[in-house]
Nanobody
Framework: QVQLVESGGGLVQTGDSLRLSCAAS????????MGWFRQAPGKEREFVAA???????HYADSVKGRVTVSRENAKSTVDLRMNSLKPEGTAVYYC???????????????WGQGTQVTVSS
């Protein structure tokens, strides 16, 4: 079955950088758009970034310029590099897979379990 496993979360300070990774298995990775979403306590899950092979990317306006999404099809992995982190970036970050590039979480077929990112002020 399809599995998405995120890693790299943790506690950081305002202004720090962090790289999240997602390892996928059980799917033809290159055919899928890989998305990153986040959900803060009491808030809805929101789109962060997505990437579709061979390199089409899309970012939420709130993170544009501070976040880079990349993928390595040979390893079935997708990374999210975040710079200049802010306290409002505190959330559980999820990796997701879908056949088309979309920002709507309900359209994604597969989800990881999430990794916690906490940004202290």
């Amino acid at each position: 079955q399809v599995q998405l496993v995120e890693s790299g979360g943790g506690l950081v300070q305002t202004g720090d950088s962090l790289r999240l990774s997602c390892a996928a298995s059980g799917l033809t990775f290159s055919r899928y758009t890989m998305g990153w979403f986040r959900q803060a306590p009491g808030k809805e899950r929101e789109f962060v970034a997505a990437i579709r092979w061979p390199g089409m990317t899309h970012y939420a306006d709130s993170v544009k310029g501070r976040v880079t999404v990349s993928r390595e099809n040979a390893k079935s992995t997708v990374d999210l590099r975040m710079n200049s982190l802010k306290p409002e970036g505190t959330a559980v970050y999820y990796c997701a897979a879908n056949r088309v590039l979309t920002t709507w979480p309900n359209n994604y077929d597969y989800w990881g379990q999430g990794t916690q990112v906490t940004v202290s002020s």
